[in-house]
């Protein structure tokens, strides 16, 4: 009954007037293959005999105006050539299929561990991928590196002062996380923070050797010193990271802050015990100017710019004006 149903299907029943023509022999010689009546692949019809294909149908009977039956059958008659013999290799199945899907698997594999396992590929990739700098030199020595960004760079095709800038204190606000003293405000210890104090730059002497270009990786080195009784000095030293040229060197002077009055105050023991193992016994990178900045007056200043008011991006998260800003305000200026 399942073979009638099949074949029914494949093979659509003829009219009576068409059953006389079914019965003829009719060679198949239209191509070097042929499905059978039942999905077997036929082989190829040779010049000595052909395959014979026979369909026999009756008339469908009725009760009462209703068909109540259908049978259709179909049978495939071969000649008597004789048939390849069956062997090993072309009882195997098409492998072909597996082995593109194993392929497929490999490759998307392998594309994920590489992206996983990523590691710079030349030598003028940054050397940490992430910009999470590392303490070096048991921990007085903190080194970051920095790429050149597009928009970091100004009319002459250079990066600005206040990038570099920003690069000296984002280093020394990492430097101050890495060794586990950063909790509050902008670079204060935990003693610091008790105390409401904050530390501001009362002097910054910069010495820009060339200034780097787009796409330019520069490797930053900062360390701190003391200074008098109750200042800290922190040094940068700025190099190219392919060539080792210097590309700038800086030298600072930091004292506390009260937040709350906004007056200066001197370094509590507290704070000096937080700090003080992490100084560095040397001289400054720069040898310190010891010229007096003439104070600004109408009659002094070569250039004036009246009205100017702080913004809320000019202010850092000790509610006052960074020291970067100030950078910026004088070459708008002049």
Not at 252 to 280: D, H, Q
Not at 306 to 316: C, I, S, V
Request: net charge neutral; hydrophobic share 40%.
């Amino acid at each position: 009954m399942v073979a009638s149903m099949a074949t029914s299907a494949f093979f659509p029943v003829p009219s009576s007037s068409s059953v006389a023509s079914a019965k003829a022999p009719k060679p198949i010689n239209e191509g070097p293959e042929r499905l059978g009546i039942r999905g077997i692949v036929a082989k190829p019809a040779s010049q000595s005999g052909a395959m014979e294909v026979k369909a026999q149908a009756q008339a469908i009977p009725k009760v009462n105006g209703t068909k109540v039956g259908l049978k259709a059958e179909a049978q495939t008659v071969e000649d008597d050539a004789p048939s390849a013999p069956r062997t090993f290799y072309n009882q195997l199945p098409d492998w072909s299929f597996l082995f593109a899907a194993i392929t497929t698997i490999f490759l998307a594999a392998e594309k994920q561990f590489t992206l996983i396992d990523w590691k710079p590929r030349r030598p003028d990739m940054l050397a940490d991928a992430f910009g999470l700098g590392k303490i070096m030199q048991d921990g007085l020595v903190f080194r970051q590196n920095f790429s050149i960004r597009s928009y970091e760079i100004g009319a002459d095709r250079t990066a600005s002062i206040e990038t570099l800038m920003n690069h000296l204190q984002e280093t020394a606000l990492n430097h101050a996380r890495s060794a586990g003293l950063l909790v509050d405000g902008f670079g204060s210890t935990p003693e610091m923070t008790k105390k409401n104090l904050i530390w501001v730059v009362t002097k910054m002497q910069i010495l820009v050797e060339r200034y780097p270009s787009w796409e330019d990786v520069v490797e930053v080195d900062t360390w701190v010193a003391s200074s008098g009784k109750n200042g800290m000095r922190r040094d940068w030293h700025v190099h190219d990271y392919r060539t080792g040229e210097t590309v700038l060197r800086a030298t600072s002077v930091w004292v506390m802050m009260n937040k709350l009055t906004r007056r200066l105050s001197k370094i509590p023991e507290e704070v000096r015990a937080e700090i003080g193992r992490y100084f560095v016994d040397c001289d400054p990178i720069i040898d310190e100017d010891s010229r007096k900045v003439q104070k600004l007056e109408d009659n002094t200043a070569d250039y004036i710019k009246r009205g100017l008011n702080p913004r809320w991006g000019d202010l850092d998260i000790n509610q006052h004006v960074n020291n970067v800003k100030y950078i910026g305000w004088i070459l708008e200026v002049t």
